[in-house]
């Protein structure tokens, strides 16, 4: 299945987004609480931005 163009852009504002965290060195922590987002979390989805728990708090 192709994305649709507003699929592909929001996708590739996340992994710009991710760049940027990895740039300024916050990459692999939780936006919401600060602490490590694990390591299979970021494999599935690397742009991840919220740890498991505080994404399902939302």
């Known amino acids: 299945m192709r994305a ?5 852009t ?9 760049l940027g965290r990895l740039a300024a060195g916050t990459y692999g922590r939780c936006e919401a609480g600060g602490e490590p987002i694990g390591e299979q979390r970021l494999a599935a989805r690397p742009s991840a931005r919220p740890c498991i728990p505080c994404a399902t708090r939302r």
Do not use: K, S
């Open 4 to 8: 649709t163009p507003r699929q592909a």
């Open 10 to 18: 929001a996708r590739l504002a996340e992994v710009d987004a991710a």
